[in-house]
């Protein structure tokens, strides 16, 4: 079975740009998940979908950041304006609804972005 | 404190020694736990999960919880030098599938 599929792999743009990252989730997985993961603070949950819905997008940094799910097999995260501080790897992850909490998260090889 | 804490390591051990990871937890209400083997420069890796006290075993891995002390853990025996990585402890807390991340210990297994 194909995994969680992200693109790009990597990305590289000037502060300023929009950027925009993409998913493909596990098909049959009813929840997707978006990450970020620095040095410095680890992993971090951005926002999570729950039949293309979103439930919690607290994680958010800020309002340069959006997220869409407009269909179960798709999924795309947007930065605009970018800045430098941006610069991480995201991922993206799904999983699959079987009860209070108990199942786990597959990844995808996630997007690593620099913004200059 | 932190939801979720490991110590950051590195925990170095010798080939074919037992590795063991700790991590605890805040949260009494948390139901299910995680295993993650993240690779540096690759994404996180599931290894394994545990809902219920005591010990699950996996091949060399065995989790092992603990709630009434809120802590869980995970043991590799026969360590090999590709089980150098970063683990990442990962606690469900509640029904919202949120997942609240440890921020990993790094393990080396020294040949």
């Known amino acids: 079975d194909a995994g969680v599929i992200q693109s790009p792999r990597h990305e590289v743009t000037e502060m300023g740009q929009e950027v925009t990252l993409r998913c493909k989730p596990i098909?049959?997985?009813?929840?997707l998940f978006w990450y970020r993961q620095t040095m410095m603070r680890g992993l971090e949950l951005l926002i999570y979908f729950n039949n293309n819905v979103p439930i919690d997008d607290s994680g958010m940094p800020e309002d340069r950041f959006s997220a869409k799910m407009p269909n179960a097999s798709f999924s795309t995260l947007k930065i605009q304006p970018s800045e430098p501080r941006d610069s991480a790897v995201y991922f993206c992850?799904?999983?699959?609804?079987?009860?209070?909490?108990?199942?786990?998260?597959?990844f995808g090889d996630g997007t690593r972005l620099s913004i200059l | 404190q932190k939801e979720v804490e490991q110590n950051s390591g590195p925990l170095s051990v010798p080939e074919g020694a037992i590795a063991s990871l700790n991590c605890t937890y805040s949260d009494r209400g948390s139901q299910s736990f995680f295993w993650y083997r993240q690779y540096s420069g690759k994404s996180p890796e599931l290894i394994m999960f545990?809902?219920s006290n005591g010990d699950k075993e996996d091949g060399r891995f065995t989790a092992q919880l603990n709630k009434a002390s809120q802590y869980v853990s995970l043991l590799i025996r026969d360590s090999q030098p590709s089980d150098s990585a970063t683990y990442l402890c990962?606690?469900?807390?509640?029904?919202?599938?949120?997942?609240?991340w440890g921020a990993g210990t790094k393990l080396i297994i020294k040949p």
């Open positions: 098909s049959g997985h009813d929840y």
């Open positions: 545990i809902y």
């Open positions: 990962a606690v469900n807390r509640d029904s919202n599938y949120q997942l609240i």
């Open positions: 992850a799904s999983s699959l609804f079987g009860g209070p909490g108990n199942q786990p998260q597959h």
